[in-house]
């Protein structure tokens, strides 16, 4: 009987152990669980840790930048472009584009995978052009004013290369070009680790540009590696960021004051064009294939 009660006491003693580490167990596992979900709630609407060897995913979209929400944004997941957010503009345009460009864009030149989007500029003859490459833009798809826009880009670097990322007027059917207005939020040429950011308007003298030609640039460390580039844009002016370094700001009232173009809806464009009349005709004789990347774009307003 006393071997019994000793028994008995000990196995309500074990259990009682057992007991108390299961419930530490679970309060532990509910509490790491609670520290997850409020990291990711804090990664959210916070400033994501720069890592240029990955693209985004929904987890890193940023809610607000600039004191503004996210309204739009194409992230370029899955495995082919959204054409509900883009067009592909095809062929080679007018005299090149207006700037003499020796490509031939193609739908084919774009890629989505793996998180990015992908332009590809080709050397290849098609169309009795010596090189092929891809534009795309969100007219009659997606158009504003007013707001903060960023893209983050890896961009190509060779003699003769073009990578673009802007906007147009919506209004340029009706209106052309440069009365419809030009917003160059970060263009490249050539092998030079400068990104410029311009405006481009009509005034009575014809095209007007601020700042001057080659005046507005930002000096990056690598352009082939990831940086984001992005715009402020209010009724007053015009503000352009690298890496959150602000490089560039236009009065846009002041600088076009007569005929308020920076206050009506423009569109976004993507593309790398080869040659042309700002990088110049000397292609690299080596060049096969060039890319621009593109993790995200987002706006905010």
Avoid at 76 to 94: A, N
Wanted: hydrophobic share 30%; glycine share 6%; with cysteine.
């Amino acid at each position: 009987m006393k071997h019994r009660t000793l028994f008995f006491l000990l196995m309500f003693l074990t259990l009682s152990s057992c007991n108390r580490l299961e419930n530490h167990i679970s309060s532990s596992q509910k509490a790491q669980s609670s520290t997850q979900e409020s990291s990711i709630n804090i990664s959210s609407d916070s400033s994501i840790v720069d890592d240029s060897s990955r693209s985004s995913s929904s987890s890193d979209v940023i809610l607000t930048s600039h004191g503004k929400q996210l309204v739009w944004q194409d992230e370029f997941d899955g495995d082919h472009l959204d054409e509900s957010k883009w067009s592909y503009q095809i062929g080679t345009g007018d005299w090149g584009w207006g700037n003499n460009e020796q490509q031939y864009y193609r739908k084919e030149n774009v890629c989505v995978s793996d998180g990015t989007l992908k332009i590809n500029a080709k050397k290849e003859f098609y169309q009795n052009s010596s090189y092929t490459s891809a534009r795309i833009i969100t007219k009659d798809k997606y158009e504003f004013h007013y707001g903060y826009v960023e893209a983050r880009l890896k961009l190509p670097s060779i003699s003769g290369i073009w990578p673009a990322f802007w906007m147009l007027g919506a209004n340029i059917d009706e209106v052309n070009w440069p009365t419809c207005g030009e917003i160059d939020i970060m263009e490249a040429i050539n092998t030079e680790n400068k990104v410029y950011s311009t405006i481009h308007w009509q005034s009575n003298d014809g095209q007007a540009f601020y700042p001057g030609t080659n005046e507005s640039y930002y000096i990056v460390d690598n352009r082939q590696e990831y940086h984001t580039y992005g715009m402020l844009w209010t009724s007053e002016k015009m503000e352009f960021y690298v890496d959150d370094h602000l490089t560039v700001s236009a009065n846009i009232m002041t600088e076009n004051n007569t005929n308020p173009i920076f206050t009506r809806d423009f569109y976004f464009i993507f593309n790398v064009a080869v040659g042309g009349n700002w990088p110049g005709f000397n292609i690299d004789a080596n060049f096969s294939i060039q890319t621009m990347e593109v993790d995200y774009l987002r706006v905010y307003q």
